[in-house]
């Protein structure tokens, strides 16, 4: 099956400034990548996606970027505030299934 | 939609009794899936059904471990004997097609002591 690597596994920045979070995948065959948010004590949900055919994708603060060749994908969070700390994975998709990172624990500080 | 429905939200047991967790997926949705979120390993995919069928149950740890789905709007997790390691949480997941982005339940946290 498809590995999915995620770092770093904790991320601890100042209110305002970016956070980048990476993932890596092993199968070239994967062709969707979907991001989660899990706020403590609450289920993950879905936050941004990008698909094989697409580099980059924006919506608001939060963007995703795919490198095809280089089998990694990332995301990252502008101006972040302190209602950006979560656990956040990443997955990717292949025949059907997903797979996940093993999560970043992000805290965003005042 | 209410989403997906898990209980119980919490469970407490001891070491060797039986613990069945219950699923109700999204109205419309045919695909179920089960994972265990752990610190170490993350979120793993135990098992996932499609029309009420198990496709693929390679994520399911050992025998102790067995999952059902009577009909669509049902699926239950049972574990038995459970043993301290099997303390986690469950998410229960649903997507309404093939490849589809999974929603998730709010899950059930399980403490075998």
């Known amino acids: 099956g498809e590995n999915v690597e995620q770092h770093p596994s904790t991320l601890s920045v100042q209110e305002g400034d970016s956070a980048v979070i990476k993932c890596t995948y092993s199968?070239?065959?994967?062709?969707?990548f979907p991001w989660y948010k899990q706020e403590l004590g609450k289920r993950p949900q879905l936050i941004i996606d990008i698909r094989s055919n697409v580099g980059e994708k924006k919506d608001q603060r939060i963007a995703v970027t795919l490198n095809k060749t280089a089998k990694h994908f990332s995301l990252h969070i502008t101006e972040t505030q302190p209602e950006d700390s979560a656990v956040y994975f990443c997955a990717a998709r292949i025949d059907n299934q997903f797979y996940f990172g093993t999560g970043t624990s992000l805290t965003v500080i005042p | 939609d209410a989403g997906v429905i898990q209980s119980p939200r919490h469970e407490v047991t001891e070491m060797g009794q039986e613990v069945t967790l219950r699923c109700k997926p999204i109205?419309?949705?045919?695909?179920l899936f089960w994972y265990r979120q752990t610190m170490m390993r993350g979120l793993e995919l135990l098992i996932y059904?499609?029309?009420?069928?198990?496709?693929?149950d390679s994520g399911m740890p050992e025998d102790r471990f067995s999952a059902k789905m009577p009909n669509a709007s049902f699926s239950t997790l049972k574990i038995q004997p459970s043993e301290p390691r099997d303390s986690a949480v469950y998410f229960c997941a649903s997507s309404q097609l093939a490849g589809g982005m999974p929603f998730f339940g709010p899950g059930t946290r399980l403490t075998v002591l």
């Open positions: 109205s419309g949705h045919d695909y």
């Open positions: 059904f499609n029309n009420n069928v198990p496709i693929d």
């Open positions: 199968d070239s065959a994967s062709n969707y």
